[in-house]
């Protein structure tokens, strides 16, 4: 089959042929892959960045897509852990890590929004007990996750949804994915910390996309800025776009009534993310979660590797 291949964890995965994978066990099926989104995920575990990477070469990048099994059923998958992932002519779908799509879903869609979806569906739903009627602010609203946590975090029931991010068009169009408002983190620092705790002082859960710099400015700015400081702020680190490392001074612990938690592979079960799947699945489906998808042929693997993508867009490989 063919397939995008690292070799090296220094240049991007290049198109060649590969041994096709055989299934095997209870639970093991065989699909062509119809549609895989290249997410940040995908790039951090082909130049071997990723919490989870083992240093194994080669390896096929992809960790989720959309496939079709030899009796013509539509599945949503995520990949099982391991080197043989998902950019691909064909896959191995462990069934217990499978949806079934109805027939007539945009695979194309799908394979955009899930990866990036799943970050604050999973977070809103499993890792607090989120009520509708809480107010969220979401830190790097500007991106393909961002910009559906805004979304996911409305359809969940939040009453009021604040994005904050750098680029200005995208905050723009925010506002008509259902953010309330929107904070520009872009100038002058203690500009920033004022709008932010302005407007964003009393919310109930900060979802976390950036950490590093815009995140060491945001949690003093809320915290001191909060009107009733024993009211519970969950903050959820999920992605670390802006930097790996924050210092966080202690009495931030002291002076409110903070939690912070991360959100991904391993602080939720693999079962607990499949669980979730089908809803978040449903919704994309239906075109209810707004994604915007380039796709382009697997073919171009490289090219789609060094291509920079406008913001709030994800690649989508079609093999
Ligand atoms: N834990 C999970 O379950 C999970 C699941 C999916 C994704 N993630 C993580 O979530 C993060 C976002 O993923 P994504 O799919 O949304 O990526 P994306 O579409 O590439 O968006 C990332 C956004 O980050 C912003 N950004 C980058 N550097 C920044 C900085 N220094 N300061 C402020 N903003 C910055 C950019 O916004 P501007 O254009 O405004 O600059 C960009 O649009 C990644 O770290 C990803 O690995 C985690």
Redesign the pocket.
Known sequence: MHAAVVRSFDTPPRYETFPAPEASGEHGLLVDVLAVGL???VR?AADGSHYTSDGTLPLIPGIDAVGRTAQGELLYFVASDGALGTMAEQAVVDRRRAVTLPPGTDPVAVAAAM??G??SW??LRSRIDFRPGGSVLVM?A?????QLAVQIARHLGAARVIGA???PR?LDLLKSLGADDVIS?DGDESDVADRLGGAAGDVDVVID??W???TQQAMPALLTARGDRSKALAWIQ??????QDITLPSFLLRAANLTLM????GSVTTAGIVAELPSLAREIGSGALAVNPLPLPLAQVEEAWRTPTA??Q?VVLIP
């Open positions: 997410h940040p995920r951090s990866n990036p799943m970050s999973v977070a790097g500007t991106g393909n996750a961002g991010g750098r680029d995208r983190l996309y950036l590093g710099r815009p999920i992605g670390s776009m802006a930097g991360g959100s991904g592979q913001p709030g994800r």
